[in-house]
């Protein structure tokens, strides 16, 4: 009797669920903080964050109890993420108080850990202090300012939390490997094609919006490339004088763009967006706007569309390759950004990433 008592003690231990291990991690803001993981409950103050967790935790679905605006993501994208994770639907998307969420609605939600994007100025440190006296974690993460530098940290930061580290391992080998074979052509270089990013391109509105050498002006020059705007901003991103970009004649443009700026006869790329409209609205921006339509780049045929969220993931190493590509097509012929994307569909997404997330002229990679 006592001999079965006993079996029946160690059954239940058994099925008792372990504690918690803390773990420490040291966030892209240099905070050491200590989390109760694997953590379950887990509230996104961006919901574009779900992409770069989906590629180290298929099931990051289940995790999420709430988010920032779902429609960051544009519309066929977030069917494809609802369709895949059902339970995201009926998630709560928080409040915003530009550029952080509501403490009093992330509390209710009792999360084990918020994550927070790039530190971004006195509201999310309140919010960071507010969290932290109802004893609820936060770590910053960063796919925004400086992808280039943080994207990789912030995937072992997420996988430390969440207990994913072999799959996030794998993905990090896989996205390491295909950012070196630019990286160590590139370095190199002794000329490299001047080169124009006009964010969120239309018609409608006076060229050029453009950034500095962050985000992905970073990966211009990662990609052998020389971006213009870093020449004369002096921040983040600016307007761009409409004689400076005509005096400058850059050798290359690229517009990005999204559903987002459909209604503004804008560059229409991105998730679920057919490739002949990408095409056509490229088409038709280069052809339409003044400024644009005079530059020596789209007279030589050496104009590209992107999806302009496309740094805001891991999904980033596909505008290196797409660049890389773009300003040294001979040098990196062997490139071939659409089998990247299938093999990140095939060994590394829950979900099928699909649509024109890039576009050119003539219709090229």
């Not at 002006?217 to 921040?235: C, D, S, V």
């Not at 490229?282 to 644009?292: C, E, F, G, K």
């Amino acid at each position: 009797m006592r001999l079965l008592t006993a079996i029946i003690g160690l059954l239940l231990v058994g099925l008792t669920p372990l504690a918690a291990a803390p773990v420490t991690v040291t966030d892209i803001a240099g905070r050491e903080v200590t989390i109760d993981g694997p953590v379950r409950r887990i509230v996104l103050s961006d919901f574009r964050q779900i992409i770069g967790l989906s590629l180290i935790d298929p099931e990051i679905g289940g995790r999420v109890v709430g988010a920032g605006s779902k429609s960051r993501v544009g519309p066929e994208l977030r069917a494809a993420l609802e369709a895949r994770f059902p339970g995201i639907t009926g998630v709560p998307e928080l409040a915003e108080t530009s550029p952080s969420v509501s403490a009093e609605q992330v509390i209710a939600l009792a999360p084990d850990l918020v994550i927070l994007s790039d530190p971004a100025g006195p509201a999310t440190a309140q919010l960071v202090d507010q969290l932290g006296h109802a004893g609820i974690p936060t770590v910053y993460v960063d796919f925004r300012i400086n992808p280039f530098d943080n994207t990789l940290p912030s995937l072992r930061i997420a996988a430390a939390a969440m207990g994913s580290g072999a799959q996030a391992e794998a993905f990090i080998e896989f996205y390491r490997s295909h950012r070196d074979r630019i990286t160590e052509r590139t370095a190199m270089l002794t000329e490299r094609p001047s080169v124009l990013m006009h964010l969120q391109a239309t018609q409608v509105r006076q060229c050029c919006m453009s950034l500095s050498d962050v985000s992905l002006g970073r990966f211009i020059t990662a990609a052998g490339g020389h971006n213009i705007g870093a020449e004369i901003i002096p921040g983040t991103f600016a307007q761009i004088a409409p004689e400076f970009v005509l005096a400058y004649q850059p050798d290359i443009y690229i517009a990005t763009g999204g559903r987002q700026l459909e209604q503004d006869e804008g560059l229409i790329t991105g998730p679920g967006v057919p490739p002949a409209l990408a095409r056509r609205s490229l088409v038709d921006l280069t052809r339409n706007t003044p400024l644009i339509r005079d530059l020596d780049a789209v007279a030589n045929g050496r104009s590209y569309g992107m999806w302009h969220s496309i740094h805001n993931s891991p999904l980033n190493i596909l505008a290196l390759e797409l660049m890389a590509q773009w300003f040294h097509p001979d040098l990196f012929g062997d490139l071939d950004p659409q089998q990247t994307l299938d093999e990140i569909n095939a060994r590394f997404l829950p979900f099928e990433f699909k649509g024109a997330i890039w576009t050119s002229l003539d219709g090229q990679p």
